[in-house]
């Protein structure tokens, strides 16, 4: 089982930045693909970037690429999520998740949330125009 705790949300002007963290629980956290979600009031939740294993795979969707850097720090069991030129826009929860099954390559599999098993609570990431 892992834990999953999300932290860094807040409430940011247009224009400014943020840094979320993913601290998981775990021996194996290093074995697993990570993934940032974010859901909207009354929309569903989006993939916003995810990566591998070690670290050397990444994957964004298109409206964050340039703006968002996933990350992550085995030794720490953390990863993060530096958010630049923030807008309205990303006004949303984001949800860290962990994708269980070890060693794997990302493939667009990791844009879904079903291909995830273990899910933070949410941090609210709140943008003002």
């Known amino acids: 089982q892992v834990q999953v705790v999300e932290s860094g949300g807040g409430l940011v002007q247009a224009g400014g930045s943020l840094r979320l963290s993913c601290a998981a629980s775990?021996?194996?956290?290093?074995?697993?693909?990570m993934g940032w979600f974010r859901q909207a009031p009354g929309k569903e939740r989006e993939f916003v970037a995810a990566i591998n294993w070690i670290g050397l795979d990444k994957s964004y969707a298109d409206s964050v690429k340039g703006r968002f850097a996933i990350s992550r720090d085995n030794a720490k069991n953390t990863v993060y999520l530096q958010m630049n030129s923030l807008k309205p826009d990303d006004t949303a929860a984001y949800y860290c998740a962990a994708d269980r099954a070890p060693w794997t390559r990302l493939t667009n599999g990791h844009t879904l949330t079903n291909t995830y098993d273990y899910w933070g609570q949410g941090t609210q990431v709140t943008v003002s125009s």
């Open positions: 775990g021996r194996t956290f290093s074995n697993y693909a």
